[in-house]
């Protein structure tokens, strides 16, 4: 299952925001610095209504959704990257992670210590980039140094060499490794080094209860450093999150319809998040259960089925497979095989989004 951390200055609503993503979670969120030390991680379903609409097709008695990690990480402060505060375990921490959801507070609140007197996107969000930079510039000097004696006499260390010098300058410029154009080879040169400003990011603005709709200047803030790292930014507010968990599917929409908006940001951060991984989803339906599959962009067929059970690859024939769009459109199965819309797809088979599969094995 693959992992997203999230991260952010200390007192950005972190660990409340995490206690929402997976609703049951302990972890402990208090009005002061580093009160999360040692991770928590939980599981959280990934919101799919195409699920729903499966399971009344296949008259199923279990829906299973699909499932993403979340990891909340103690919060970094500046100098991380030097041992600050609690910066080598949490730069530890993110390096076991897949992708970065960056919490970064938009609201003010008296009440609440901002660990740099004010509240200010920009200056926070370069805080902990930087930190991530500085990390990755150490780590890629190291690796020049083992590097730069073998590249006297061997091409392919002079080649690696090379990539090394070129990531390091743009990071002495302060550009992270996801904003440096590297060709795919390059690209998976550095990969053993699991550089940390490499990861995908989503910036989670938290915003107050009274922003939630329309967002505010802080917003606008971090939606333009978003733009140059052709980053997402989605709007959540931690606070609203933590009450809806309390409240029932009714009394939910009554407080949302209040605020002005139809769902809270916690959904739309889960999607994003399950995007920015790269993950796509399947389908299985039946009498039994309908259930969502979590597979890599551009898996086959059978590496679709081995994600079900290693047999399946291995034994892989074909593939039944149709789309949600047809399958829903049509009503049932049936009729969409009498349609010719059931096709049935061989080991070369790419799965897309959204197919709902049945698979044929030894």
């Given amino acids: 299952m693959l992992r997203a951390g999230i991260v952010g200055l200390p007192n950005v609503g972190k660990s409340t925001l995490f206690n929402a993503v997976v609703a049951n979670a302990k972890a402990e969120a208090?009005?002061?610095?580093?009160?999360?030390?040692?991770?928590?991680?939980?599981?959280?379903?990934?919101?799919?209504?195409?699920?729903?609409?499966?399971?009344?097709?296949?008259?199923?008695?279990?829906?299973?959704?699909a499932r993403v990690e979340f990891v909340d990480i103690a919060g970094l402060v500046k100098g991380a990257s030097k041992g600050e505060g609690?910066?080598?375990?949490?730069?530890?921490?993110?390096?076991?992670?897949?992708?970065?959801?960056?919490?970064?507070?938009?609201?003010?609140?008296?009440?609440?210590?901002?660990?740099?007197?004010?509240?200010?996107?920009?200056?926070?969000?370069?805080?902990?980039?930087?930190?991530?930079?500085?990390?990755?510039?150490?780590?890629?000097?190291?690796?020049?140094?083992?590097t730069r004696k073998q590249a006297r006499a061997n091409k392919e260390a002079q080649y690696e060499m090379s990539v090394l010098e070129k990531v390091a300058a743009e990071l002495n410029e302060g550009k992270s490794v996801r904003q440096i154009e590297l060709s795919e080879e390059e690209a998976e040169l550095i990969k053993p080094l699991t550089l940390l400003s490499a990861k995908k990011i989503i910036y989670a603005a938290n915003v107050s209860e009274d922003d939630l709709a329309t967002g505010n200047k802080y917003v606008e803030?971090?939606?333009?450093?978003?733009?140059?790292?052709?980053?997402?930014?989605?709007?959540?507010?931690?606070?609203?999150?933590?009450?809806?968990?309390?409240?029932?599917?009714e009394e939910r929409s009554d407080f949302l319809e209040s605020l002005g908006v139809k769902e809270g940001g916690l959904k739309s951060l889960i999607r994003a998040t399950y995007d920015l991984l790269g993950l796509r989803t399947y389908f299985t339906s039946g009498e039994k259960e309908t259930r969502a599959w979590t597979i890599k962009a551009g898996m086959?067929?059978?590496?679709?089925?081995?994600?079900?059970?290693?047999?399946f690859e291995k034994g892989f024939i074909r593939a039944e497979t149709v789309s949600y769009n047809d399958l829903v459109s049509s009503g049932s199965l049936g009729a969409a095989k009498e349609k010719g819309l059931v096709r049935a797809e061989g080991k070369n088979y790419i799965v897309k989004e959204g197919d709902v599969m049945l698979f044929l094995t030894n």
């Fill in 86 to 146: 609690l910066g080598n375990q949490f730069l530890s921490n993110i390096r076991e992670t897949d992708a970065i959801v960056h919490v970064v507070r938009c609201f003010e609140d008296d009440d609440v210590i901002h660990v740099s007197g004010s509240v200010g996107p920009a200056r926070d969000i370069e805080v902990i980039n930087l930190e991530l930079i500085l990390a990755d510039l150490t780590q890629v000097e190291r690796r020049m140094d083992r």
């Fill in 221 to 249: 803030e971090v939606r333009e450093i978003a733009a140059q790292e052709n980053a997402q930014v989605v709007i959540v507010s931690a606070q609203v999150e933590s009450e809806l968990v309390e409240l029932s599917e």
């Fill in 300 to 311: 086959s067929a059978p590496q679709a089925a081995g994600v079900i059970h290693s047999d």
């Fill in 30 to 65: 208090a009005n002061f610095p580093f009160c999360t030390i040692e991770p928590n991680v939980g599981i959280v379903s990934v919101p799919d209504e195409r699920l729903e609409v499966l399971a009344k097709i296949s008259s199923a008695k279990q829906i299973v959704p």
